[in-house]
């Protein structure tokens, strides 16, 4: 979400159950202004918070030339340091997963993570993980699953690179009451002519990424049109705290995560 907009995006997030109040909205921009120009990003967005014990943490996004490859996370709980979370390893996205404590608000505490589906005597049943290892796969699993953007918002120009499209003015009520008007802000999982062949409108420049509507299993996305469908929210089961907003028929649009980093993986058995 964008940084520089947080003040008109307030009405929208807050309606939704989510709180910005207007010392939280003051210390981000503050603090993220000074975090793009130390490093030089050509945008910076606010991705959300996770709750922790003793500390929440802020996490930010900081985009230098591709928006889907050099997307750089960061993380704070004072506002005043703000650190690089390193590149999340397999194993400890999977841990994270598994892991029942909550954040505790210290990224150098290292917790004990049991893998109960393994054997006793199995010595990978009983794994450590630090903190800002978890909180980095955690943020990652999220952003597999339920970062999204609309259609248009990214665009892939001829040399391949993937930039935020300037010229995006919204999607139409009708497009935005649509699962595939939203996107996955991730590389490519699907076949290549997965979009080719679900859309008369196909355009590669806009359709490279996947869309929401062939995640599994179906329903697993609540998409809604609220204040008389001027505004579309659309919500991950599986994420409980993710939150995706879009005014119809303009620019105006943001991904937002609050909770405590928890994956509720009993989405299947409840639709």
Known sequence: ????KLWEYKEYINVNGMMFNSELISLLQNSLTLLQVENHFTHIQYWGQIYAVDFDYHIAVGITNDAVADRKYFYTTDFKFWGLLPKPKKKY?????LTIFPFRGDTSLKIKVLDESLEENNPDRCRFMKEECRLAA???NICDEAEICARGQLIKQPDGTVVINPNFYGLT???ASFLKSYLHIRPAQQRWNTNLLTRQDYNYSMDFLDSIDQDIPNGCWNLSLEQSGSIAYLKN??????????????PDAGFLYVGNGYKNLDVPFLL
């Open 1 to 4: 979400m964008n940084v520089h």
């Open 93 to 97: 996205k999977q841990l994270s997963l």
């Open 138 to 140: 955690t943020i990652s």
């Open 173 to 175: 009520r009708p497009e």
């Open 237 to 250: 089961l599986y994420w409980p705290g993710m939150m995706f907003f879009h005014k119809i028929k303009t």
